[in-house]
DNA sequence: CTCCTCTACGAAAGCGCTTACGTAAGCGTT
DNA sequence: AACGCTTACGTAAGCGCTTTCGTAGAGGAG
């Protein structure tokens, strides 16, 4: 029974090393229960062969498996891209392989990709991004995702509570903060929130830190326009267009991610208005290119690769008796896209 | 013999629905040899158990699978996640999975990473990013896509030729010779490419269509320094700075994709030279920040998402007889960041 | 020398599915 | 009425691995 052109199974291996499936599946697996020398015999033959173990054999077979599942909403997003390559490299080193599922920031699309990587059986499932503020959208995610933990598989998050597992959350509040006080400190006073949807907690603790530094200033939080569009480029061109139309003295914007950003930086460019000499810009993630904008973006570090790693790390540890939360602190990183306030 | 807390088998639902284990597969994937009647019976009672398939064995079972393995070069790099953001989106709708694999730009991890999707029995494999202009660096690579294809699997590449698949080329040299033409046409004479490694046919490519449109205007090709570096913004920035230093009088920089372009720009800023007023920038790919960039780039648009796609449907084809090579046309978009070359 | 305990290994039972093959029933021919 | 053909379904043999359980042999204790 010759089998030709057909790649060497574990019962080859066993074969051509003289001992059987079972010690050779030990030997491989690095189950203890084998002694060296026959282990050594068996792993040279399987070199020999080219053997490689048929990942789906294995993982029927022991009802678990080296495939984690990330959840993004975009993978073409920087912000995302950023974790994803923290999480594959990490990924890599552990020998575990990645499959990415996008759900185009669709909650549906959200729990309907996170039930087919349960139904793959993944060892254990990534899930970057922000969650809502609204519990009732929550809910189906939330379920699922405790489903599938009490089942014994293994979530983490990244930038996202209210899951019940564990979690890597950046300092999105004294993020906030501490951007706001920098703008301030300034000189400015006739600032304007340039926000995603109040919808995503993201937006919402971002905005608490903004509101926090506001009110340690003396000022109103109800004085500074919160100008909503969605949570892109497009976005903050949109709210740029807003502000010229409704707050034309407005000299700061606080953009609540880069993407939005940089987009009121294209915009502003675009309508003629100086940056920082009329408006300073500030953004928040730092996503890559952030430094090599012109003017040079002033927003908040947040090591996103680092943070899709930790997540990872977290997914692969022994299970915790309670839901683990790691704090990212958020770092201001001041450019050229703020200056002093004009007067 | 009640299973609790365990997700329900086929065998369940063919109990549930009063038919063998082989009718309700049958059912289930579609295959013909079932009654309209029973197969909605089946799927009935597939909803109603909250039935999914064990993908593992499924492909056990069937030898095949519905992932499909992505090799990029790093998925942090905007052209590379845009690209996955394609396939991704594609393959969601055709119910695929994909897992990415991202090599750090090295060949030999590249190898590894198309050796270990063969071993995990993906159903398809997509190559994206330059390969090599040395054949011999580029022999393992083929070697082991050869055999994975004469082994019936399915191999589609992006933007890399002489592999001996299916593949989805942009026209790297029409673009390079349409922005060298643009940058000509402009009165710029004192010219510098900037580059990333020459090894990469990429950038031979993209590199000769510049020289076409150089020779086609009588210049000598040889009269136009080519600078090399990392194909990065940190190369972009690298290569400006010995641009400055060696060739203080150029008007005009030809940079092989945006990410050097981005870092030409950030230079040039840093080093206080207008652009396009002293020197004029171009780019090569057009990704999604490039029209927000200040000022915003002239750049060579790539439909990178689309090609991703393309790419997996040539993968999901039936195999030709001969590899199929689908072109990707390269449309010059023109910005602010070139003008008339100054006197 | 016997008995017991370990250790190293083999036999074989699945993991949950697909699919080749067998068969019974229905239908049209002659 | 006998025959073949088609359709709809069931039976059972795997897919390639892990893992439980059983066992032979080595070694120590009495």
Not at 167 to 185: F, K, M, Q, T, Y
């Amino acid at each position: 029974m010759v089998r030709t052109n057909r790649s060497p199974r574990l019962i080859d291996v066993a074969h051509a090393s003289g001992v059987s499936i079972a010690t050779a599946s030990r030997a491989l697996s690095g189950t203890p229960g084998v002694s060296d020398s026959v282990a050594e015999k068996v792993r040279q033959a399987a070199r020999e062969l080219g053997y490689v173990a048929n990942l789906h054999a294995r993982s029927l077979a022991s009802g678990s498996t080296a495939t984690i599942g990330l959840v993004v909403h975009e993978i073409g997003d920087p912000y995302f891209s950023e974790i994803a390559s923290g999480v594959l490299s990490l990924a890599t080193e552990h020998g575990r392989t990645v499959q990415i599922c996008h759900t185009g920031r669709d909650p549906e699309a959200e729990v309907e990709q996170v039930r087919s990587l349960v139904a793959n059986r993944v060892g254990a499932i990534l899930i970057a991004g922000s969650g809502f503020v609204d519990a009732s959208v929550e809910a189906p995610m939330r379920f699922e995702v405790q489903r599938y933990a009490e089942a014994g598989g293994r979530v983490a998050v990244v930038g996202r509570h209210h899951l019940g597992v564990d979690s890597v959350l950046p300092d999105n509040r004294p993020g906030g903060r501490a951007v706001a006080e920098h703008i301030l400190g300034l000189g400015h006073r006739r600032i304007v929130v340039v926000s995603g949807t109040l919808e995503l907690t993201t937006v919402a603790d971002r905005l608490e830190g903004v509101r926090d530094a506001l009110s340690a200033a003396g000022l109103d939080a109800g004085d500074v326009p919160v100008l909503e569009g969605p949570f892109t480029r497009e976005g903050g061109r949109e709210c740029v267009r807003r502000m010229l139309a409704d707050h034309p003295r407005t000299t700061a914007v606080i953009a609540l991610n880069d993407d939005m950003a940089i987009g009121c930086l294209s915009q502003l460019r675009s309508s003629g208005v100086s940056v920082p000499g009329q408006v300073s810009v500030s953004g928040f993630d730092d996503v890559a290119v952030a430094q090599d904008l012109s003017p040079g973006l002033t927003t908040v570090r947040l090591p996103m690769a680092e943070m899709g790693a930790r997540a990872l790390t977290l997914a692969l540890k022994e299970p915790g008796s309670r839901a683990r939360r790691q704090r990212v602190p958020a770092e201001l990183v001041v450019r050229d896209s703020t200056g002093p306030a004009a007067q």
